[in-house]
């Protein structure tokens, strides 16, 4: 094979030498050229060194075996830089790079020529050694990942000059797996990379101190989250890619339990290459610890299912994303809701929210077809499912990411190769005391679907939503758990993931008294009213003045500011229009001992004692960073003034539920129900 060169990048003569050592050889000869005196004479120099290591090599007493090998070539007196420009332990012979995985080469780092004194010049692997030696092979740089904790190793001059972007994203090696949030960074720094080419192909580089354990973990991670594929399948690809692969077996623990995966009994850890078991002692026989090593063993792993941990409804699920990547969602949500895209300023969240139920807007329950349902008393999330991740979204607007499965509907055929992508749906996270063990079960109860598969369903009919929240969501999430052996991934489980998914259930008017005698006392988590639901409603986002509350009186609340002056004065605030806005002479009560300062700054939901005139304060808002509008805050008032007591509304429910307009709806429905409960029985 000929070799070309482009002379531009080729790096002085010295570092010529490197581009035909080392992994070139793998690759194909270079072309024949005549040496030239001076590198006559570094030939000679360098077979003069090597003959003295072999001798050394001879020589020596039988544990200095495991002494680094640059040690040994380089003794100290003649490279007085050793110490300071130190090589990462067993660097030195740890092969330079891999074969690509979809654009993406694994490599050990590269290091800057201030290594030089340590390196002979044949294993020099310098950012001009890299450049060249990939285009050699045909590949143009355009990105570089750097995963080491330090930057020692190299400047990004070489980098910069040849217009190669440098992603550094710092990740301790020796006794943790990468962050949960290093691995977002990671994973769409990628897929951005990879999208925005266009005519040219260009590769990216990404490396730790040896290319094995880091750079492996992190693209194990971005090929599960880029196509479908098991754990055992992506740790395969890199392995045979930059053999031996990822060898510390915590690692590959983690990556199975990231993804929920079974780790299959055949699956084995690669050993410790040779050329890092050889490097990880002293004389002494001591592992010599780097500040940024690649070896040891990985502690502090990720567990989601921590076992003995009381669950609650402030807990912070899932784990940050990048702010660009947070852009980009945030625009994808607004349009599916078909509202502008959030500016500069406070992002709003676009979640659709009922008003409080009022003499006036009871009314409406006259004039249009409502259901009913139950007001679970968690925390609200929009979800957002894509292939690369799901996200909660909280009051804030704000994205953390989940590690969840969605698969899409099954065929005839059996069940389907994809997963949802841009399925934006609605719920309240809850938390499950089962009654006979206390064991406690996040669930999230979906009761709105806004988009399927980036296809945006908000105008049509709240009922087919429903239903097709179901059928599309799910269903194909049942029946693969069901027949998870013929999946495209039978060892996923389900049971392994964070929380529990489930629709939530809607019902016809005329249960709303069992809703509130039975079905309520008996939940296993906490419910603070009913919701009614516009059943042909669109999703109208922000405040939608057609979906009602209704709370226990005693429930009905707002979130104030609370904040404590310079003297000493307690005052709570609203929000209007954007500004906070002080209200004069109320006064709260907290129910603790608690030094009220204690909650200046915070948001606090309070519930209104009407006979004292004082608001009593519930709880702290830890998932709110505002309080609520003073609009919202006055339909509160009205509703409290109105005081909608549970005779109050079952007594107008009893009326409602006789006007034709539900009486008939009511008696075509419930013959439905027989029909389909016949058909089951049979
Ligand atoms: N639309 C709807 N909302 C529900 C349902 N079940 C529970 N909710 C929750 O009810 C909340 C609205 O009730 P509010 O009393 O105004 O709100 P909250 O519970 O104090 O929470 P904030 O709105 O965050 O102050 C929504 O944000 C949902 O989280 C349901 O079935 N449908």
Request: hydrophobic share 30%; proline share 6%.
């Amino acid at each position: 094979m000929v070799v070309t060169m482009d002379l531009n990048v080729l790096p002085g003569p010295e570092d010529n030498e490197d581009n035909f050592e080392g992994n070139i050889e793998e690759h194909g000869a270079p072309e024949e050229r005549f040496e030239s005196a001076a590198e006559i004479a570094r030939r000679e120099r360098e077979e003069r060194r090597k003959r003295m290591r072999n001798e050394n090599l001879e020589d020596r007493p039988a544990h200095v075996s495991r002494q680094p090998v640059h040690d040994q070539l380089f003794p100290s007196k003649h490279y007085k830089s050793y110490d300071k420009s130190k090589l990462p332990a067993g660097w030195l012979d740890c092969p330079a790079f891999g074969q690509e995985i979809n654009c993406i080469v694994p490599s050990k780092v590269p290091l800057g020529e201030a290594y030089n004194d340590c390196i002979p010049p044949g294993k020099r692997y310098s950012f001009k050694q890299v450049i060249h030696q990939q285009r050699v092979l045909g590949r143009k740089l355009g990105l570089v990942i750097d995963l080491t904790n330090t930057t020692r190793y190299y400047s990004t001059t070489d980098l910069k000059k040849e217009g190669i972007k440098h992603v550094k994203i710092y990740c301790k090696g020796r006794d943790a797996v990468p962050e949960n949030t290093a691995v977002n960074t990671f994973v769409y720094e990628v897929m951005q990379f990879l999208l925005r080419q266009k005519h040219t192909k260009k590769y990216i580089l990404v490396h730790c101190t040896h290319g094995h354990n880091r750079t492996g973990y992190m693209i194990v991670h971005y090929l599960m989250r880029s196509q479908p594929m098991s754990v055992t399948q992506a740790i395969k690809i890199f392995a045979e890619a930059r053999p031996p692969g990822i060898y510390k077996p915590d690692y590959i623990d983690a990556l199975y339990s990231f993804y929920h995966e079974r780790k299959p009994e055949m699956a084995v850890c690669p050993p410790t290459p040779e050329w890092k078991r050889s490097s990880e002692f002293d004389l002494n026989g001591e592992a010599v610890p780097d500040d940024d090593d690649d070896g040891g063993s990985a502690k502090n792993l990720h567990d989601n299912h921590e076992m003995d941990v009381v669950m609650t409804n402030d807990d912070v699920l899932g784990d940050e994303i990048p702010n660009d990547q947070l852009d980009a969602l945030r625009q994808f949500c607004c349009q599916t809701l078909k509202l502008n895209v959030p500016g500069r300023g406070k992002p709003i969240f676009p979640g659709s929210h009922p008003v409080s139920l009022s003499r006036d807007n009871l009314l409406l329950l006259r004039t249009r077809y409502y259901y009913a349902t139950w007001k679970a008393d968690g925390t609200r999330y929009m979800m957002l499912i894509t292939v690369d991740g799901c996200f909660l979204i909280d009051r804030d607007f704000k994205f953390r990411r989940v590690q969840m499965r969605f698969p899409c509907r099954y065929t005839n055929e059996g069940p389907a190769d994809k997963t949802h992508h841009f399925t934006l749906l609605d719920g309240e996270m809850i938390i499950d005391t089962l009654p006979d063990s206390q064991k406690q079960e996040r669930r999230y109860l979906i009761y709105d679907m806004m988009a399927i598969n980036r296809e945006s369903v908000t105008e049509r009919p709240f009922h087919e939503r429903w239903k097709m929240l179901e059928k599309e969501v799910i269903e194909p999430r049942n029946y693969e758990r069901h027949n998870i052996y013929q999946s495209r991934n039978p060892y996923y489980r389900y049971d392994l993931e964070p929380f529990r998914v489930r629709r939530k259930d809607f019902w016809l008017l005329s249960t709303v008294t069992k809703l509130l005698k039975e079905f309520i006392p008996k939940l296993s988590h906490d419910a603070d009213g009913l919701i009614f639901q516009g059943w042909d409603d669109p999703y109208v986002p922000r405040t939608h003045e057609g979906l009602l509350k209704w709370k226990y009186p005693e429930m009905n609340s707002v979130d104030f500011r609370f904040e404590v002056d310079d003297d000493d004065r307690q005052l709570l605030y609203l929000n209007e229009r954007g500004t906070k806005k002080l209200m004069e002479g109320h006064r709260v009560a907290f129910k603790d001992d608690l030094d009220p300062s204690s909650y200046s700054g915070k948001i606090i939901e309070c519930s209104w004692a009407s006979e004292e005139h004082v608001w009593v304060c519930m709880r702290v808002r830890t998932d709110k960073s505002t309080p609520n509008e003073f609009n919202t805050y006055k339909k509160v008032m009205r509703s409290i003034k109105d005081n909608i007591t549970e005779d109050v509304l079952l007594n107008e429910i009893y009326e409602i539920i006789r006007l034709p307009m539900y009486a008939d709806r009511i008696r075509i429905e419930s013959k439905a129900q027989q029909h389909a409960n016949a058909s089951r029985r049979r």
